[in-house]
């Protein structure tokens, strides 16, 4: 059974930089036909996607974000991180870490679901 | 950029009820959706992928229906354990991007 797990400081001062990593278990990060991605949640708010690794480093990042993340992988350790700049509060929320999964059915068609996720972890920016 | 649209935002319901739920995109998105179930304090899981396919252990009473820009997941018949907010999730082909919903809530009448 896959597991994910984020780590990192809970509270970070505005301006600077967040820094999250998500240790995966049951499985290796570098197996299979998955991305993992970063997804995050103001409190009582919605899911806003942040972006996604491949184990070769290829990654995609919401636009909206994009110019203040970034995500890596370290296979050997089987973990990937989120790093978001220049935070400011509007950046407080559970974030997690989830794996994307995808294949090609018999006619040729992707299908995929994000289906394993962390448990979450509250970051907070304040001063 | 797509947009996900989720009605209601609050369905009231006895157990024992069915529940549809709606999700509407701004533009097609063929069958790229995919919804989940949130509980408070937990993460969200996935119950319905590709618009109509069941995920591995979800009960039948949860369906998806739909396809292009308007969708529904429905359950026919509630359990305690049901009541929850529900969010769709659409990817968009290139350059992939995954948005979601607002959620709709399931809670107890």
């Known amino acids: 059974q896959v597991q994910l797990q984020e780590s990192g400081p809970g509270l970070v001062k505005p301006s600077q930089t967040l820094s999250l990593t998500c240790t995966v278990s049951?499985?290796?990060?570098?197996?299979?036909?998955?991305?993992w991605s970063w997804i995050r949640q103001p409190a009582g708010k919605g899911l806003e996607w942040i972006g996604r690794?491949?184990?070769?480093?290829?990654?995609n990042y919401n636009p909206s974000l994009k110019s203040r993340v970034t995500i890596s992988v370290d296979t050997s350790k089987n973990q990937f991180s989120l790093k978001l700049s220049s935070v400011t509060a509007a950046d407080t929320a559970v974030y997690y870490c989830?794996?994307?999964?995808?294949?090609?059915?018999?006619?040729?068609?992707?299908?995929?679901?994000?289906?394993?996720w962390g448990q979450g972890t509250l970051v907070t920016v304040s001063s | 950029e797509i947009v996900l649209t989720q009605s209601p935002a609050t369905l009231s319901l006895s157990p024992g009820e069915r529940a549809t739920l709606s999700c509407r995109a701004s533009?097609?998105?063929?069958?790229?959706l995919a919804w989940y179930q949130q509980k408070p304090g937990q993460a969200p899981r996935l119950l319905i992928y590709?618009?109509?396919n069941r995920a591995t252990g979800i009960p039948a009473r949860f369906s998806g229906s739909g396809s292009g820009t308007d969708f529904t997941l429905t359950i026919s018949s509630l359990e305690p354990e049901d009541f929850a907010v529900y969010y769709c999730?659409?990817?968009?082909?290139?350059?992939?991007?995954?948005?979601f919903g607002p959620g709709t809530k399931v809670d107890i009448k």
């Open positions: 690794i491949y184990t070769s480093g290829s990654t």
């Open positions: 049951g499985g290796s990060i570098s197996s299979g036909s998955y991305y």
């Open positions: 590709d618009a109509s």
């Open positions: 989830a794996r994307y999964a995808y294949y090609y059915d018999s006619s040729g068609y992707l299908k995929d679901y994000f289906d394993y």
């Open positions: 999730q659409q990817r968009s082909n290139w350059p992939p991007e995954f948005t």
């Open positions: 533009q097609s998105v063929s069958s790229y």
